[in-house]
């Protein structure tokens, strides 16, 4: 059976999704949520160890030999997406089941469960599979549940936020389409393997840039690349508390996954980075991202808005070190889609608990829950250190290693900017902790902590900050290995 | 209602043959045009002119809001469901050569089971989408 | 006559234009999905006029050897992006009508100022 495991990833979720809704019972269906998740973070465990030990897996679909059939293709890079998602999404469901019972009715928790498993499916699906149709299908699966998820939020400006991300998303996909059917009318494939061997005959054409064009586009706008960001703060704010933490940690830097795999594995980066000059745009529009994106959140008056600009801006430090197309510059990427998803998992999760107890996530809402709710805050700190990129956190690796990759090619400004964006983060990190721990409480009932069914997952993510911060050999050196396996080079 | 005599001779007489119609698409999906997807839209657009003719409360009586809600999600039950098959047969996820005692019948077979497990979600979501729709401004006056 | 020829891609460029443009340009909140609906049908018509071949047949298996067929992997994969199409509507519908019921427009600018007076 073990051969089959990278569709068994797949295919359980899908099979739980139906099961959740068939369910009808919140609990019950919260407890097929739960068997899926999990299930997929073990097989992600598992395929990622195989892959460490065996190189390459490729699995058939219905036994269609690779470049006529889809075939779900599973190298290092992939491998450790995987485990970030499936990771994120078997601490995230723990934790939905209390804070889900608070933020939607009990009427429609079975279908919210249904919804999350199936964004969890769409995720996973985009990161296993090797086709690039295949690609699109999943990426509108996790797409549209995500919309649902977002508006099951309790404000009513969840609707219009979800509104505006399901066009925004949808005009990303489909230029993703457009891009995806240009390359096929030249390659007459949809293999990404077969499509890297295919696409150098017929670079040359004036269709080809025309493709990875729109592919960029489209791609960037899931990932909400600065100028087109423009749908995730709201989608953030007003999302239910267990919905931000996952999409937060997942949905981009799945996003991210897919931009490294166009660029690097389906068009090469010779192609992209010499002919097509992708690090001219990239590059500027990254550090744009860091330095304005920092700034905007500096301003905001809800927490979660603030993480919202602050997940912007380190969707910037990805892009950058991507966009210095070296080995250590693509590692920094990858190591921070990892680290980063653990930050702001747990910063979310720690709103969350805040969520659930106060009843509000603005930031003067906040004050006095230094002491109320020590654990929580003792939480949302170490996240906010790890954002910021102290030693000893997660951040610092990354950003390490970004400035590392930036001197390397002696461009010494970017590591100015990197620095610059650290220091801007521990402005907009103080802001809330000053009025946490330093501000008197408000008069009357003090919030209690938070209930461990809340506080246990949280931290679970804030232990797993300082591990991979201070033991950084595992997630560096496959990030590394992932990197020279996108790049071709080291095999 | 009563008056509108032709639409309702009318609408019993049509409905029957498109659901027949439905299912000759159904099975005619495996080798030809056709399939669950088209069948389960034709399916479901009986149940939606049968609304439309004679009104949303005797549209659920005939097909209770419940079942539908079954259905949808059973219909991916049954999908995923004939891979699961194909891999305790020890073959590759959908791989139908194996459901029957050759290749070519398994083919038949495997596709003819999956194109059911669509038509059931399809007609489900369908039927659901109307009804949600159809019932929004009648709820709320 | 070269540029009319390849008259399939400018009826894909002039729907793809129209459906951006009231995408961006309406504030009706259905009037952008209806500009998001031909968006995507332009995407259609260029994958299924790719699988076109001249003096090709539907691809439906006929007696004889020297027939020739369209491509019928861009059909199929239309087949899959049509249902992901109306899959979207549905949901941007259903939230439109969420918004409606929430708000009592479904204008984009009124529903700004009633935000912004919170």
């Not at chain 1, 790890?386 to 390490?400: A, C, D, N, Q, R």
Request: glycine share 10%.
């Amino acid at each position: 059976m073990s051969a089959h495991l990278p569709v068994l990833l797949i295919v359980v979720p899908l099979l739980a999704a139906p099961l959740a809704a068939l369910v009808r019972h919140p609990r019950g269906s919260w407890v097929v949520a739960l068997g899926a998740s999990w299930w997929a973070l073990g097989v992600s465990i598992a395929l990622l160890m195989r892959v460490l030990a065996d190189g390459t897996i490729s699995y058939e679909i219905g036994g269609w030999a690779a470049p006529w059939g889809i075939e779900y293709r599973i190298d290092v890079a992939n491998a450790f997406v995987l485990l970030i998602v499936s990771g994120i999404g078997a601490v995230v469901t723990p934790y939905a089941r209390v804070s889900v019972e608070r933020e939607v009715e009990a009427a429609r928790i079975p279908l919210f469960h249904t919804a999350f498993i199936l964004c969890l499916t769409g995720l996973l699906g985009i990161a296993v599979t090797g086709d690039v149709f295949n690609v699109f299908v999943f990426l509108e699966i996790s797409s549209l549940s995500a919309y649902a998820l977002i508006a099951l939020g309790q404000d009513r400006r969840a609707l219009t936020s979800a509104y505006q991300y399901l066009v925004m998303g949808s005009v990303g996909a489909t230029f993703i389409v457009i891009g995806i059917g240009l390359l096929y009318v030249m390659t007459g494939t949809l293999n990404m393997a077969d499509l890297a061997v295919r696409l150098p005959e017929v670079a040359a054409t004036r269709t080809i840039p025309v493709a990875f064009a729109f592919l960029t586009v489209g791609i960037c706008l899931k990932l909400a690349l600065f100028p087109l960001h423009l749908w995730l703060p709201n989608a953030y704010t007003f999302a239910p508390s267990s919905v931000t933490a996952f999409i937060a940690s997942t949905a981009t830097k799945v996003a991210v996954y897919m931009l490294l795999r166009f660029f690097f594995t389906v068009f090469g980066a010779a192609f992209s980075f010499d002919v097509m000059q992708l690090d001219m745009v990239l590059m500027p529009l990254a550090l744009v991202a860091i330095v304005s994106m920092s700034l905007v959140a500096i301003y905001q008056q809800n927490a979660k808005r603030l993480l919202a600009y602050s997940s912007l801006a380190q969707i910037g430090y990805m892009i950058l070190g991507i966009s210095l197309a070296s080995v250590t510059g693509v590692t920094a990427g990858i190591l921070h889609l990892f680290n980063h998803a653990l930050m702001k998992g747990a910063l979310f999760m720690t709103l969350g608990c805040v969520m659930y107890r106060v009843g509000s996530v603005r930031v003067e809402a906040m004050a006095g829950l230094g002491k109320t709710m020590p654990w929580t805050m003792a939480a949302f700190v170490i996240g906010g250190l790890s954002l910021i990129g102290v030693p000893l956190t997660v951040g610092f690796v990354s950003k390490w290693y970004l400035v590392l990759a930036a001197l390397e090619q002696g461009l010494w400004p970017l590591a100015v900017v990197v620095l610059l964006g650290s220091l801007l983060a521990v402005m907009y990190v103080w802001k809330v902790v000053e009025v946490a721990y330093f501000q008197p409480p408000p008069d009357g009932d003090p919030p209690a902590e938070a209930p461990l069914s809340l506080l246990v997952p949280t931290w679970a993510l804030v232990v797993a900050n300082l591990y991979f911060g201070i033991d950084a050999k595992l997630t560096a050196g496959v990030a590394m290995r992932a990197a020279e396996a996108l790049l071709g080079v080291g095999q | 209602m009563d008056d509108r005599v032709i639409l309702r001779v009318g609408a019993k007489f049509l409905i029957p043959f498109i659901l027949l119609f439905a299912l000759y698409v159904q099975f005619h999906g495996d080798y030809g045009p056709g399939g669950g997807f088209q069948a389960g839209v034709i399916f479901a657009a009986a149940f939606v002119l049968y609304a439309l003719v004679y009104g949303l409360p005797n549209a659920e009586r005939a097909m209770p809001p419940r079942v539908v809600y079954i259905c949808s999600a059973l219909g991916v039950v049954i999908y995923a469901g004939v891979g699961v098959v194909t891999l305790l047969k020890g073959a590759n996820f959908l791989d139908y050569g194996v459901l029957a005692h050759d290749p070519e019948h398994g083919q038949h077979y495997g596709i003819l089971f999956v194109e059911l497990g669509v038509l059931t979600t399809v007609f489900g979501v369908m039927v659901t989408v109307f009804y949600a729709f159809a019932g929004r401004g009648r709820k709320d006056g | 006559m070269r540029l009319l020829g390849l008259y399939n891609y400018w009826v894909v460029i002039v729907l793809m234009m129209v459906g951006f443009y009231t995408i961006i340009a309406r504030d009706n909140l259905v009037k952008k999905l209806i500009g998001l609906s031909i968006f995507q049908t332009s995407v259609f018509m260029l994958y299924i006029s790719m699988g076109r071949i001249h003096g090709g047949t539907a691809p439906i298996l006929m007696e004889g050897t020297d027939v020739v067929y369209s491509n019928p992997l861009p059909h199929v994969l239309i087949l899959t992006a049509i249902v992901v199409g109306v899959a979207t509507t549905a949901v941007g519908l259903s939230l439109v009508i969420r918004i409606n019921e929430a708000y009592g427009t479904v204008e984009e600018d009124e529903i700004h100022s009633q935000d912004e007076s919170l």
